[in-house]
């Protein structure tokens, strides 16, 4: 027999476990920002903004190299690229070492295009990080580059 669930209803041994509130934070930020692009992003998507905040910062790079960088699969990096190429917000050229490798570089309506969703993004920060005074954004900042500089391969067998 199903349960009647009371919406936003977690169980007591749930609720206050880091690894709950690590992802129900992550699902309220990744929706937030999924409708920040869909109505101010120009048609563009988080992936296409790591990738021009990179080209814009590292200069020009491989695909491969842009993938690891951005964390972005590398055929999820190839399809993002052609739909920036295709906007003419970034170039692709053969490596002259390497003839099957392509090279990225921004573009100048690249760097305007990164420019506008540099707006994007700081508004979807601030829908973020809202609930919080500015002393408490600094500590959960701090405190979330602490977690992942702790980022530490699991042990065999592990979980």
Same mark, same amino acid.
């Given at each position: ?6 919406? @936003? ?14 992802? @129900? ?6 929706? $937030? ?16 903004? @790591? ?9 020009? !790079?491989? +695909? ?12 999820? =990096? ?15 050229? =053969? ?8 090279? =990225? ?8 295009? $990164?420019?506008?969703?540099?707006? =994007? ?5 601030? +829908? ?7 002393? +408490? ?12 500089? !702790? ?9």
């Amino acid at each position: 027999m199903p349960m009647d669930h009371a919406p @936003r209803r977690t169980p007591d041994r749930v609720k206050d476990r880091p690894t709950w509130l690590i992802s @129900r934070t992550f699902a309220r930020s990744s929706g $937030l920002l999924a409708a920040g692009f869909e109505s101010h992003g120009s048609g563009l998507r988080s992936y296409h903004y @790591r990738l021009l905040a990179a080209l814009e910062e590292w200069g020009p !790079a491989s +695909q491969a190299d842009l993938g690891r960088g951005t964390g972005i699969d590398r055929s999820d =990096v190839t399809a993002a690229l052609s739909e920036l190429e295709g906007r003419g917000l970034v170039e692709r050229s =053969v490596d002259p070492r390497h003839k099957r490798r392509n090279i =990225v570089t921004i573009t100048p309506a690249g760097i305007a295009q $990164l420019l506008e969703l540099d707006n =994007v993004i700081d508004g979807i920060q601030e +829908q973020v990080l809202k609930p919080l005074t500015s002393a +408490q954004r600094r500590q959960f900042i701090a405190l979330m580059v602490k977690l992942l500089a !702790a980022d530490e391969p699991l042990p065999k067998g592990s979980l």
